[in-house]
C-alpha cells in the first residue's frame, strides 16, 4: 500500500522544484572574467536603488557540481538580494568532466583540480573586480553564500586558510569575510557519501572512492574546522535532496572543533524555496544574510 506521507512529499518537492525553476533569468548589469575559460566569469547585480556603499553578497549556485546545472537558475535569487539592497556577485565555475560523457549514464559531478581552482581564483579576483564594475560595493562588508554544491563551495572557500600547507588554495590568513550563509548545504562529504547525496556526488567530485580518501582533508568543510568565520546554516526539514542530518553533522563537527556554527531548520520546506523569491523561506535566507553583512 503506498505511504501516503511519502507521496506527499514527493509531491511537495515536485512543486517546490517547479516553482523555482519557473522565475526567469535575469541579465546581470555586468558580467566579468576572472580567467579565460568560458566559465571563468562573474556577474554582477548592482543594488537596486542605487545605494553607495553596500554589502556585497557572494552567491555559489548549487546542482551537484554537475556541468548541466550553471548559474542562471540563480539570477533571480541574485536579483532578489540586489532589490533588498545589497550588491551582489554570481559567479561560474567549471564543473564535470573535462572530456564529455561517452555513455548514457548520469552526469558526472565536479572537477579536480579545477573546480576548486576556480572558486579560489574567483575568490581572490572579486574586491578588484567588483571595485571596477560595481563602485557601490563594499568588498569589506562581504558575505559569502551558496546553495546545495555552491553551500560546500562557499564554506570550503571561506577555509582556505586552514587547507593542509601546502596546498595550492591555502591562504597565508583568513579570507576578509563578514561571514557565511550556508544554503542546504553538501557540508559534510562522509555524511553526504553515507546517505548517497546526489547519486554519488561527492566521491565524483573527488575524482573517485580511493581520491576522496586522499583529498577529502582538503576539500570537506566539516574537515577543516575551526575556521574563526561567522557561519550560519539554512535548511529546509523536508529536504529530499540533501537531508538536513548533513548539515546537523556539519554544525555538530564544528561544535567538536571548539567552534558554534548556527542552523535554522525551516519547517515544511524543502530543498529549493531557500532560493526561490516567491517562498517565505528567500526572504529568512535575505535577512541571515543581512545579520551577518550590516
Not at 506521507?5 to 522544484?17: F, G, N, S, W
Not at 581564483?121 to 562588508?141: K, T
Not at 535532496?241 to 548556527?262: D, I, K
Amino acid at each position: 500500500m503506498p505511504d501516503p506521507a511519502a507521496h506527499d512529499a514527493l509531491a511537495r518537492d515536485a512543486a517546490e522544484t517547479e516553482s523555482v525553476f519557473s522565475h526567469p533569468v535575469v541579465r546581470p548589469d555586468a558580467t566579468a572574467a576572472y580567467g579565460e575559460h568560458p566559465d571563468q566569469v562573474i556577474d554582477f547585480y548592482a543594488p537596486r536603488g542605487n545605494q553607495e556603499r553596500v554589502p556585497l553578497v557572494v552567491v555559489l549556485h548549487g546542482g551537484a557540481w554537475r556541468a548541466p546545472y550553471d548559474r542562471t537558475h540563480l539570477t533571480p535569487f541574485a536579483d532578489f538580494l540586489a532589490r533588498r539592497g545589497f550588491a551582489v556577485a554570481n559567479v561560474a565555475y567549471r564543473r564535470g568532466p573535462a572530456i564529455p560523457q561517452q555513455d548514457d549514464g548520469p552526469p558526472v559531478a565536479g572537477r579536480w583540480p579545477e573546480t576548486f581552482d576556480d572558486v579560489a581564483a574567483a575568490m581572490d579576483a572579486l574586491p578588484a573586480l567588483a571595485a571596477d564594475v560595481l563602485p557601490g560595493a563594499d568588498a569589506r562588508r562581504t558575505v559569502l553564500t551558496g546553495h546545495s554544491a555552491g553551500g560546500h563551495l562557499a564554506l570550503w572557500a571561506a577555509a582556505r586558510h586552514v587547507l593542509p600547507v601546502g596546498s595550492p588554495w591555502r591562504l597565508p590568513e583568513p579570507p576578509p569575510l563578514r561571514g557565511v550563509v550556508a544554503l542546504a548545504p553538501i557540508a559534510d562529504l562522509v555524511r553526504a557519501v553515507e546517505l548517497d547525496v546526489c547519486g554519488g556526488a561527492p566521491i565524483q567530485l573527488l575524482g573517485g572512492e580511493e581520491e576522496f580518501k586522499q583529498r577529502r582533508e582538503s576539500a570537506d568543510p566539516a574537515a577543516l574546522l575551526p575556521t574563526g568565520i561567522a557561519t550560519a546554516v539554512v535548511q529546509g526539514r523536508t529536504d529530499l535532496t540533501v537531508p538536513y542530518t548533513v548539515s546537523e553533522a556539519f554544525v555538530e563537527a564544528a561544535g567538536r572543533a571548539g567552534e558554534m556554527v548556527g542552523l535554522t531548520l525551516l519547517e515544511d520546506v524543502g530543498h529549493f524555496p531557500l532560493i526561490d523569491p516567491a517562498a517565505d523561506a528567500c526572504a529568512v535566507v535575505a535577512e541571515e544574510i543581512a545579520q551577518l553583512a550590516w
